[in-house]
């Protein structure tokens, strides 16, 4: 089946770029997306990308796509310490929003 | 405009006691789906219904767990003589379509088993 590794921790400082890696096994993956969750909460959509984009840039956040390795990036720009979470990546590549998700990124932002 | 809404935010049940988590989603959206997260794990697909029909509940265990989405009414999720293994948040999401638009999660539900 699919399936969606990325790395556990990540501690950056205040002011920092952030880089969340995510890699993902299935090839017909149409939709790519990054959530966020902070304690206690939901999870929170950040950006979205469709799989025929290299790039695309929202604000502090940059998303690149590396089909052929199947590699998905998050940058957030000029981290703050309300960047503070645990970043999901997803994909999906059904006709419904059957997400599959990875386990998370804990970022910490450390003033 | 209200986000999906769950109640309760929190449930505690006994092993063997049955639990009911409810899930509004929002405004002018028809597609409900729910996900399971573990503890220190991803969320896992469960069930995606739309009003009055499951579409897929490939990822739901097939003893003791149902859902539905009724005409009028909250989506129900409804777990029947809960075991420990059952502890989990419980997230509810919703779409516009079934496609294009992407899902708004609520807070979840987070079910205790003791």
């Known amino acids: 089946g699919e399936d969606v590794e990325q790395s556990l921790f990540l501690s950056v400082r205040e002011g920092d770029s952030s880089v969340i890696n995510c890699t993902y096994t299935d090839s017909s993956s149409t939709y790519l997306y990054w959530y966020k969750q902070e304690p206690g909460a939901g999870l929170q959509l950040l950006t979205y990308i469709f799989s025929n984009m290299d790039m695309k840039q929202d604000q502090r956040l940059t998303v690149l796509l590396n089909k052929k390795d199947k590699h998905l990036s998050l940058r957030i720009a000029d981290t703050q310490t309300g960047d503070s979470a645990i970043y999901f990546c997803a994909e999906t590549n059904t006709g419904f929003q059957k997400l599959v998700f990875g386990t998370g990124t804990r970022l910490l932002v450390s003033p | 405009n209200a986000g999906v809404m769950q109640n309760p935010r929190h449930l505690v049940r006994r092993r063997g006691q049955e639990a009911r988590l409810r899930c509004s989603p929002m405004k002018g959206h028809s597609h409900v789906y729910w996900y399971r997260q573990l503890p220190e794990e991803g969320l896992k697909f469960m069930v995606y219904?739309?009003?009055?029909?499951?579409?897929?509940e490939s990822g739901m265990p097939k003893e003791r767990f149902s859902a539905e989405f009724p005409k009028e009414g909250p989506s129900i999720l409804r777990i029947q003589q809960v075991v420990r293994g059952d502890s989990a948040a419980y997230f509810c999401?919703?779409?516009?379509?079934?496609?294009?638009?992407?899902?708004?999660f609520g807070n979840g539900t987070r079910l205790t088993v003791t």
């Open positions: 999401a919703s779409s516009r379509d079934s496609f294009i638009s992407p899902l708004h």
């Open positions: 219904l739309q009003k009055e029909n499951i579409i897929d």
